[in-house]
């Protein structure tokens, strides 16, 4: 297959409100179509007006962006970058459209997730679609990147963090510290349809979560992998265990400190700060525990060089660099792969 010339660099992501006005708006559209009533909106939208309705993750991306530029301007590669968003402003329909305007017709795309699934895959792939159907006359064309989950430069960054993390530890519980990586929980059918398998997500966030281990403690490390942010009415079962069930059970089985590293996210977004900053914080504190969070990749230098690495296996054949077993994934994914969940009625 002949590459096509590539023109620009799109950052794809989620979005989220930039004040009060806007989380409510916000919140039904991210769940529209759910049957979610405003009434549990309302009280997820606590969570965004505790940081007075302005989600972080707007302008982790905008220094995102800016890292990236930096690096391509250090590597010499001539690509303009734009920014969309699936939920909240800038649209990626709008971005694309603007796209058109200046004349650009095919685009490398990063999304941020760095695994696969229906939500953090298929969907944005689905975005895309969507966006070049809106527009009037040729849209540009987009290529997504592949997944990065075990990609040197985000596991040397996420290494890094727990490290940090751990010597905010008491001293004397340093050691013993228990190593616990957190995901977003997804529906457990949503995984056992992700990949040509199934069970791609589970699957990657492990290969994460043990690589980082390893980087930081040695071959064979323990670790913990749970989950956080579930949203799902109770019927449908999602991954388990949750971050506060789990830090109650290390708990109550004589664990005296814990290290929580979000592996499964890129920033630290309105999720991360809330669930494990407030949320697992607090429970940690009332079971006693020491009990620190490690930062997300965000802007580490690694983890920018590694994204940008991404981009020159599309430019320049760079051959891909990946540290786990399951080979590269993400690349010209099949329709069939991760699809989207059946919605039921409650």
Request: glycine share 8%; charged share 25%; with cysteine.
């Amino acid at each position: 297959m002949i590459k096509p010339d590539f023109d620009s660099f799109l950052l794809l992501s989620f979005g989220g409100p930039q004040g009060p006005d806007e989380v409510m708006p916000f919140l039904r559209r991210v769940t529209a179509g759910r049957g979610v009533p405003d009434e549990r909106l309302t009280e997820v939208a606590q969570h965004y007006l505790h940081y007075d309705g302005i989600s972080p993750i707007t302008a982790q991306n905008e220094a995102l962006l800016a890292a990236l530029q930096a690096e391509f301007d250090r590597r010499g590669i001539n690509l303009p970058l734009y920014f969309g968003n699936r939920n909240w402003h800038p649209f990626v329909t709008d971005t694309a459209r603007k796209m058109q305007a200046d004349g650009r017709r095919h685009a490398l795309v990063l999304a941020t997730s760095a695994t696969g699934s229906y939500s953090g895959c298929r969907q944005y792939r689905e975005d895309l679609a969507h966006a070049a159907a809106e527009l009037d006359g040729v849209a540009p064309g987009f290529t997504k990147l592949r997944h990065y989950f075990d990609h040197p430069g985000l596991i040397t960054a996420n290494a890094d963090a727990v490290r940090r993390a751990l010597a905010g530890i008491r001293p004397e519980l340093r050691d013993e510290a228990r190593l616990v990586f957190t995901a977003h929980s997804i529906p457990v059918s949503m995984n056992d349809s992700a990949g040509p398998d199934g069970g791609l997500y589970v699957a990657e966030q492990s290969t994460t979560a043990r690589l980082v281990a390893e980087a930081v403690r040695g071959p064979g490390a323990e670790f913990d992998l749970v989950w956080q942010s579930r949203s799902g009415p109770p019927q449908v079962p999602w991954l388990e265990p949750d971050i506060n069930d789990h830090l109650r059970e290390l708990a109550a089985t004589g664990t005296r400190a814990v290290v929580v590293a979000p592996t499964g996210f890129v920033s630290d977004h309105l999720e991360v700060i809330w669930d494990l900053d407030e949320e697992a914080r607090e429970t940690a504190v009332e079971l006693g525990l020491d009990y620190v969070r490690a930062a997300t990749a965000g802007t580490d230098t690694a983890f920018v060089s590694g994204l940008v690495d991404l981009v020159e296996e599309q430019l320049d054949g760079k051959p891909a660099e990946f540290l786990g077993s399951l080979g590269l994934c993400g690349v010209d994914c099949p329709a069939s792969c991760c699809p989207a969940p059946v919605r039921r009625s409650a």
